[in-house]
């Protein structure tokens, strides 16, 4: 997991290619790193302070990052020693407390120009008519550089707060329901407002003519419209998931534009990767269009030495019993119930399926000789940077390893973790960044100024889905009369939506 031992210059296979780079953050104390708090020269216990957030989102700007990538939880992790206890993750301040982080994206956009932000939104906390009138306003606010990432949330704490009392739902039926909050949100940007319903001429505002009700009636929800909101700078924000187990794969295959991935292994993303286009290509998109970004987290020094000490220096000030607070509660396992050197077998959850299926069952691209997951052993390998891999190095060698990752995934680019809040982000910048924009894998300068996130995806002109999307057919365009979208609207829907 953790490759400080010297290396030497990896071969290059890959032509130079242009990464996402995006950095990932929480609204709370102790993203990923647990008890990173107390360290002397972090800063994330000012999470919920406008200053913070705008530091940060102009140093991003500053290395030429494409988006800040913020994550998020509706209720604390209550598993371990549980049930409903948040003991530790109280005492570790592990992701909790937690604030909205919809609320930061306009403070951090005015400070910057084409910093992207992608924005978690859980499709079990509210209603998908209210959601999008929240989503369309940070595209309106950010002038179009917001993107949503869909989660269905898995914790049971979640529901409890937000369904009346009703138990979680089980995990596949969740994304069934998500699929129709998704169209939903579809339909209200997009086949509810024409491109020119606003015409600000002859003392009309907007057209009604050109406003119409979508009239949605699924097994979940039902939603009239039309949209509250006028039609927003992206039309659509683009689309990001994160779900890896088959039927968030399919999800995503069907959905996203991009895909958040996390292996432990270069391998085991190829077989994600690969996995994830077999099952776009069935759904008729395109494999290339649905961007990939794995998470890391990057230790990088000067010297590798530096690199190796700092790293070190990070492990002392870890809480191992709020990492065992986090474990329970992405996995639903409770780790309390294991002695520490005690085999964690397969395990039914109905919490964040992948993420147990990756800890307790033997994967695709695992040696023969991998050893079996202990409590102890967990708690190990994740007490830095949580599930996802660790690199610590020097500049140049941590450039070899994220392009070694690129050359055998084929990935389009990086999530970058952070241990000490702002050093990590300020180390990427000043150490790493420059390495890899000499090497000709990240961008040197933004290719314009204004960028929507679309086009930190895509490339600059690349403002709208593309047209192998299944919502690209719904955009209501200028000049169509409502008659003419009427028609050819219910062949849309029945090819790309039909239950």
């Given at each position: 997991?953790?490759?400080?031992?010297k290396r030497q210059k990896a071969e290059t296979k890959s032509k130079p290619r242009h990464l996402i780079l995006n950095a990932f953050d929480m609204m709370c104390p102790s993203l990923q790193t647990v008890?990173?708090?107390?360290h002397p020269e972090d800063n994330s216990r000012n999470y919920n302070t406008i200053e913070y957030w705008t530091y940060l989102a102009q140093l991003l700007e500053k290395g030429k990052f494409n988006a800040l990538f913020i994550a998020d939880v509706l209720s604390g992790y209550d598993v371990y020693q549980g049930p409903r206890n948040i003991s530790a993750v109280?005492?570790?301040?592990a992701q909790f407390p937690i604030d909205d982080p919809h609320a930061v994206i306009p403070v951090m956009a005015a400070v910057t120009k084409n910093l992207s932000f992608a924005v978690t939104s859980s499709t079990i906390s509210e209603a998908p008519y209210h959601f999008a009138r929240r989503l369309a306003t940070l595209d309106h606010l950010t002038k179009g550089r917001v993107g949503w990432n869909i989660v269905s949330s898995y914790l049971d704490s979640s529901a409890r707060n937000l369904l009346n009392g009703a138990p979680l739902t089980d995990h596949d039926e969740r994304y069934d329901k998500a699929q129709e909050f998704l169209e939903i949100v579809y339909q209200l940007f997009l086949s509810s407002w024409a491109d020119d319903a606003v015409e600000l001429k002859d003392g009309v505002f907007s057209n009604p003519d050109k406003i119409r009700e979508i009239n949605y009636e699924g097994k979940y929800y039902t939603v009239p419209g039309p949209s509250i909101t006028e039609p927003t700078p992206q039309r659509l924000p683009v689309i990001l998931q994160a779900g890896a187990s088959k039927r968030g794969t399919e999800y995503a295959a069907k959905n996203a534009e991009?895909?958040?991935l996390a292996a432990t292994t270069p391998e085991e993303l190829k077989t994600k990767i690969d996995s994830l286009k077999s099952v776009a290509r069935e759904q008729g998109r395109n494999p290339d269009d649905i961007k990939t970004v794995q998470g890391?987290?990057?230790?990088?020094?000067?010297?590798?030495?530096?690199?190796v000490a700092k790293y070190n220096d990070l492990k002392k000030y870890t809480d191992r019993e709020g990492v065992q607070g986090l474990f329970s509660g992405w996995t639903g396992i409770d780790l309390s119930k294991y002695g520490y050197d005690e085999e964690i077998g397969k395990v039914k959850s109905n919490a964040n399926r992948s993420i147990t299926d990756a800890w307790t069952q033997k994967q695709p691209d695992d040696p023969p000789q991998k050893k079996k997951k202990t409590r102890a052993s967990i708690v190990d390998e994740i007490e830095i940077g949580g599930a996802g891999p660790v690199i610590v190095g020097d500049p140049n060698e941590?450039?070899?390893?994220l392009i070694r990752w690129v050359d055998i995934s084929g990935v389009d680019g990086f999530n970058f973790i952070y241990a000490v809040m702002p050093g990590t982000f300020e180390d990427l910048v000043e150490y790493l960044i420059p390495v890899l924009q000499e090497r000709g894998y990240v961008q040197k300068e933004y290719p314009k100024e204004g960028l929507t996130f679309?086009?930190?995806?895509?490339?600059?002109g690349e403002t709208f889905l593309r047209p192998d999307h299944p919502a690209y057919g719904l955009r209501w365009r200028a000049g169509e009369t409502k008659e003419e979208f009427e028609e050819r609207l219910p062949?849309?829907?029945?090819?790309?939506f039909s239950k």
């Open positions: 997991m953790t490759p400080i031992a008890g990173l708090w107390k109280a005492r570790a301040g991009a895909v958040f890391l987290t990057v230790i990088v020094a000067p010297t590798h030495d530096e690199a941590v450039a070899d390893e679309r086009e930190n995806l895509y490339g600059v062949g849309v829907l029945e090819a790309n």
